[in-house]
């Protein structure tokens, strides 16, 4: 009994842990195209061959543009609702996946008080301009509970925001 629900504990901590790295990820392979290009460009250049320099000189640009587009995502000031119509288009994003927390479900209403085990770190939705959320504001933090997200003050306990249904 103890096993299983130590494997339980830790199937809930994993996900969410694992689905707010992707950006991080993300920046840290346009990071790396942008060095792979560097050095094509080296070796086009000891090379001598001005057409081959001309041609790695725009995949450098082209992966350095992508990597300010990825990046300045992250700061976007995204509104309530942009992350509908986001949705609609990425639908893997927000698929439910095997989520599961040691406790059931509760409907959580705006202004009420609720317990730290369900706004604990290993819930927190550590990237929100992923999934296009507006900024959570000093003290608080976007957390999953099964579909919905929550906004929670983090100091209080009280809950700003809620999204129901937020996940499929």
């Known amino acids: ?15 969410p842990a694992a ?23 080296d070796s086009a250049r000891d090379r001598g061959d001005q057409r081959d320099i001309r041609e790695n000189r ?10 300010r587009e990825d990046f300045n995502d992250r700061g976007h000031r995204w509104g309530n609702n942009d992350w509908r ?9 927000y698929a439910r996946g095997n ?10 209403r705006i ?18 301009w992923r999934y296009r959320l507006p900024a959570p504001g000093y003290g608080r933090r976007w957390v ?10 983090y100091r209080t306990g009280r809950v700003v925001n809620v999204i129901r249904g937020f996940y499929f």
Not at 19 to 26: D, I, P
Not at 58 to 67: I, S
Not at 145 to 153: A, F, K
């Open 144 to 153: 999953r509970h099964y579909n919905d997200v929550i906004l929670v003050n």
């Open 99 to 108: 989520w599961r927390a040691p406790f059931r479900y509760t409907t959580f």
């Open 85 to 93: 119509n986001y949705r609609t288009y990425n639908r893997g994003l």
């Open 111 to 128: 202004g009420g008080r609720i317990g730290p085990v369900y706004f604990g770190s290993a819930y927190w939705i550590r990237d929100p």
């Open 19 to 41: 689905a707010s790295a992707q950006s991080q990820r993300e920046l840290q392979r346009d990071r790396q195209d942008i060095r792979q290009e560097k050095r094509q460009l």
């Open 1 to 15: 009994m103890r096993k299983l629900m130590t494997m339980m504990l830790l199937g809930a901590v994993a996900m």
């Open 58 to 67: 725009g995949d450098v640009r082209a992966a350095q543009r992508e990597y």
